[in-house]
């Protein structure tokens, strides 16, 4: 990885500290969302109800999620942020019942109380969409508690983030940014097997840069430690999936990409896509799994030998 950092104790392909029992060891794990929020993009306040998100989670359990993902502030581009007690309030009771139910809860935070909270509640995992970047402390919490750790790339909170998106080359950028972060949290005392790294798609990357950064989703995942891959129903897909007159796709109508950039990104290694729609990302990961067991490689040139490269879905302007 860049900087000549390599993890010294990796997670690896079999995952980080304390959930390397999760999934069979040959899959990518699937991550199911659960936002408890009144504004998310993606499912706009079906889930604020902590009862409601409760049920939910016991249904993407039910249909195959490994690890259930709980938020309380949504990261939509221009959303403002939530008062920390409004998030306590919003994560923890569900974080509780869902931990007493049986299931591996990870917690989506950016703030070190919330993440300290959500593991006394039973969490046990702590995915921050900042990479330690928002607060100081999280890294200590991260350290003391000896859990797994999602270092999302990141650069700046929701009502700042699309003007951030300039990069000289985004995956070179990305994976140096990311590297930093490791060496940041060795100071800190956090240990390489506690961490996860997350390309932070959609995050100060409001269009055209996610392709790259997906294309060559291997160069991140041979840095070593293991990969989670957020593409969920995001604005790029929205983009790809255009109506002919411009009209975004809906975020509802974007699960199909969805499944097809999991099972991509499954089949290049990665350890766990995070999505709102189980069923069908679990189908998309198995297919992966039974490609990459047959010998399946993604290698392939499909413009070699032809005139014209194909246009992605007329994404290359936003
Ligand atoms: N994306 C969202 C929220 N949390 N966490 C990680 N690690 N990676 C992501 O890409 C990510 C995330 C935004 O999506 P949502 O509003 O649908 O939850």
């Known amino acids: 990885m860049p900087s000549g950092l390599r993890p010294v104790a990796p997670g690896g392909p079999l995952g980080p500290v304390g959930l390397r029992h999760l999934g069979d060891g ?47 502030e949504s990261t939509r581009p221009g959303a403002a942020r939530v008062p920390v007690d409004e998030e306590l309030r919003r994560v923890v009771p569900v974080i509780e019942a869902l931990a007493r ?23 046990v995992l702590v995915n921050d969409v900042s990479g330690g970047l928002a607060d100081e402390e999280m890294y200590a919490v991260v350290a003391e508690a000896g859990v797994a750790y999602v270092t999302m790339h990141w650069r700046g909170h929701a009502d700042v983030m699309d003007a951030n998106d300039v990069y000289g080359d985004v995956v070179a950028d990305v994976r140096r940014e990311l590297a930093a972060r490791v060496e940041a949290m060795r100071a800190a005392g956090v ?52 109506a002919p007159d411009g009209a975004l796709a809906p975020p509802l109508d974007r699960d199909e990409a969805t499944h097809a950039i999991s099972a991509l990104v499954a089949a290049a290694g990665a350890w766990a896509v995070r999505v709102h729609d189980v069923r069908g990302t ?4 198995r297919v992966a799994t039974a490609w990459h067991g047959a010998g399946g490689r993604i290698c392939t040139d499909r413009t070699a030998g032809r005139d014209e490269a194909p246009v992605a879905g007329g994404t290359a302007s936003e």
Do not use: C, Y
């Open 282 to 285: 679990v189908h998309a990961v």
């Open 26 to 72: 040959r899959r990518a794990l699937v991550m199911g969302v659960v936002n408890v929020t009144p504004d998310s993009f993606s499912d706009g306040g079906r889930w604020f109800e902590p009862s409601a998100a409760v049920a939910h989670g016991r249904s993407l359990l039910d249909e195959g999620a490994d690890i259930l993902d709980v938020g309380g």
């Open 101 to 123: 139910a049986g299931a591996a809860v990870s917690v989506d935070t950016t703030r070190a109380l919330v993440a300290r909270r959500a593991l006394d509640a039973g969490a």
């Open 191 to 242: 240990r390489d097997e506690q961490v996860v790294l997350d390309p932070g798609l959609g995050f100060a990357k409001a269009g055209a840069s996610n392709w790259p950064l997906l294309a060559r989703i291997g160069e991140l995942v041979g840095d070593g430690f293991p990969v989670l891959v957020g593409a969920s129903r995001k604005r790029f897909l929205g983009h790809l999936l255009a």
